[in-house]
């Protein structure tokens, strides 16, 4: 069956020069992006009842955009300040420069791991173990960041401050597409519940990363798709390989 209409699980690119562009103009096919999952903050009451105080700590640890986008606004919310002695820590520096939204930059104190793993940012924080490090977490999280700082015997504190919710579909709105495009178990979760009567056929399911596979296959449907691999290691590059095969 030739593909006509791909959903993306994702919000619209914000640039023009997005690779799915390409791939749509290249093969004449029709791209609609559209997400499955939705992030959003706790509301107040919700985070005082985990009993953690934001001021009572001296520096917080950053692990993406969500955590720092989320963690502003609940502070926000709460109307708690947060004084120009905080120190920053992340996981990388693109998600550092995301700090920039919110706060003036060349004033704080910041620090990050130059390649964006964990051991990294483990090194940056064990040289300064004096802190007192908060962690503001999804409440889709594990245990990796509290097991290194646990190792690193530095005080810290970990609190949910977002959730994943299912992003829900309108009555009016049709699953009528040739292949279906997934970057997480959330969004095959929330494909369950929006379409709980959803027979896949001839419909191309895609994943990215290996936690999105399993759940595709957990949910008893057919994998067509997986990235990354060798050949294709975006998510863009394993449609475009997959359209060039069977288109």
Do not use: W
């Not at 559209?34 to 640890?61: C, G, M, N, W, Y």
């Not at 056929?201 to 596979?213: K, M």
Request: charge should be neutral.
């Amino acid at each position: 069956m030739k593909v006509k209409r791909i959903l993306i699980s994702q919000p619209k690119p914000a640039s023009e020069k997005s690779p799915y562009y390409d791939i749509a103009q290249k093969y004449g096919i029709e791209l609609v992006f559209r997400p499955f999952i939705k992030i959003e903050s706790l509301s107040t009451k919700e985070f005082r009842q985990q009993k953690v105080s934001i001021l009572d700590h001296t520096a917080i640890i950053f692990t993406s955009r969500h955590a720092i986008d989320h963690f502003f606004q609940l502070c926000a919310d709460l109307r708690v300040t947060i004084p120009e002695t905080m120190k920053y820590f992340f996981i990388s520096e693109s998600i550092a420069l995301y700090l920039q939204k919110y706060v003036q930059y060349r004033k704080r104190k910041i620090f990050f791991g130059n390649s964006g793993k964990l051991d990294d940012l483990a090194q940056c924080i064990g040289k300064h173990k004096n802190e007192k490090y908060f962690v503001p977490l999804s409440d889709v999280h594990t245990d990796e960041i509290k097991n290194m700082l646990d190792k690193l015997k530095v005080q810290h504190s970990e609190a949910v401050m977002y959730r994943t919710v299912s992003n829900d579909f309108t009555p009016e709105e049709k699953l009528d597409y040739d292949m279906l495009v997934f970057f997480s178990p959330s969004g095959i979760a929330s494909l369950q519940k929006n379409f709980p009567d959803f027979e896949q056929g001839d419909i191309v399911i895609a994943s990215f990363g290996p936690t999105t596979a399993k759940a595709v296959r957990d949910a008893n449907l057919r994998l067509d798709i997986e990235a990354p691999s060798v050949q294709a290691p975006s998510m863009a590059a394993a449609i475009d390989l997959y359209l060039k095969e069977n288109n």
